[in-house]
């Protein structure tokens, strides 16, 4: 359980974002959350959090701006009382021929997926201690990539492998373990397991079907957890399979 922790999820005002959160308030975590735009949505997770009987706080930053992003962590740690559990989640879906991908989506995708993380990481670790939980969302497609148009979106998830890898090197020393974990196709709105595309992607899978954002969540929060203090610098998969 996580009585007393806090935590950080960006993007945590929708899918699977804000299913962590709940999952996270619900072990007893205090949640902050960052979101770029559905104000009220995050205002709704927050008071979602809050009947949990824990504190919860919703911070507007633009994954993009690294100022913003370090200004999140510290209104956190001064708000909650520290910071123990950061969850790197908002992402992005570019998608499209890999002659039409201009630059500027290269850089904002790699800014808002890769550099995010390093930047949150790197302030949220001045702040942990032993115990200390660095988790960041990665994708299924850093791993295997079924069909065409997704070569911007699996470079930049994969980015998180190196860093994962390199965070628990730099910060196992100070008994903080950082990981990654891989969704599969999730019913989100981003990608409703009802869209002209679910067919097709539970094609893919050996399950035959999506997963649900509770499904990531829980895995999020074992890896939180004290259960799971011996696992670090590696990638879990859920993903029904999409990887088998």
């Known amino acids: 359980m996580l009585h007393g922790r806090v935590a950080l999820v960006t993007g ?5 974002g804000a299913a962590i959160a709940r999952r996270l308030a619900g072990e007893g975590a205090h949640v902050a959350i960052t979101y770029a735009r559905a104000a009220d949505q995050a205002r709704a997770v927050v008071t979602e959090v809050e009947t949990m009987g ?11 701006d690294a100022a913003a992003l370090t200004e999140a962590v510290e209104r956190t740690a001064a708000a909650l009382g520290g910071l123990d559990i950061l969850i790197n989640n908002a992402g992005i879906a570019p998608y499209g ?3 039409d991908v201009t630059l500027e989506d290269v850089d904002r995708t790699l800014a808002i997926h ?7 990481a790197q302030a949220a670790a001045r702040h942990m201690g032993d115990g200390g939980r660095i988790i960041s969302i990665g994708s299924s497609l850093a791993e295997r990539v079924p069909s065409p148009g997704w070569a911007l979106y699996s470079m ?4 998180l492998i190196g860093l994962t890898k390199g965070l628990a090197r730099d910060l196992g020393s100070r008994g903080i373990t950082a990981n990654l974990v891989h969704p599969g196709s999730t019913d989100t709105d981003m990608n409703p397991a009802d869209g002209p595309d679910a067919p097709q992607e539970r094609s893919y899978t050996a399950l ?9 969540a829980a895995t999020v929060a074992h890896l939180a957890g004290p ?5 670090t610098g590696t990638s879990i998969t859920v993903d029904a399979g999409t990887t088998a």
């Open 208 to 216: 035959d079907r999506y997963c649900d954002p509770d499904d990531i």
């Open 227 to 231: 259960g799971a203090r011996n696992i």
């Open 156 to 159: 930049s998830k994969s980015a």
């Open 97 to 99: 021929p890999i002659e």
């Open 54 to 64: 824990v504190r919860g706080l919703a911070i507007p930053a633009e994954a993009t």
């Open 12 to 16: 945590g005002s929708r899918g699977i």
């Open 114 to 120: 890769a550099r995010a993380a390093f930047v949150l």
